[in-house]
């Protein structure tokens, strides 16, 4: 629905989805909802509703300790920044850059070289 243009619907297809996954107990299926809520709320340029999705996204994560975890606190950071961006909200979109960072950092440290730094992307801001 998100990519036919129904923002709305889609929004709310995804909190019955959040819903469900909450009384499932599978954080890893709650985090995803959540993460495709902001996409939704981005979509209707409500950026603190996808501010406050990510937000719980990023406490039922918790501090990862595997890859998988990782990644996604990684990639629910950017997110943020993005809306962060999108809001007009430079500050908190560089924080949240930083902080995507230093999780991808330890993913890639010692095995594999990152191919960006932040000073690259913070330049795009």
Not at 11 to 31: K, R
Not at 33 to 46: F, M
Not at 95 to 116: D, N, P, R, V
């Amino acid at each position: 629905m998100l990519f036919q243009g129904h923002y709305e619907d889609a929004v709310d297809a995804h909190i019955n989805a959040h819903i469900a996954a909450l009384g499932s107990g599978d954080a890893w299926e709650v985090t995803q909802g959540l993460i495709c809520q902001a996409n939704g709320y981005q979509s209707l340029r409500q950026y603190h509703n996808a501010f406050q999705a990510l937000e719980e996204a990023l406490h039922t994560i918790g501090n990862p300790i595997d890859e998988t975890r990782l990644r996604s606190k990684a990639h629910l950071l950017a997110c943020w920044a993005d809306n962060a961006i999108m809001a007009g909200e430079k500050t908190i979109a560089e924080e949240k850059l930083h902080a995507s960072a230093e999780y991808l950092e330890q993913i890639f440290s010692g095995t594999y070289m990152l191919c960006f730094s932040q000073s690259s992307l913070l330049e795009h801001l």
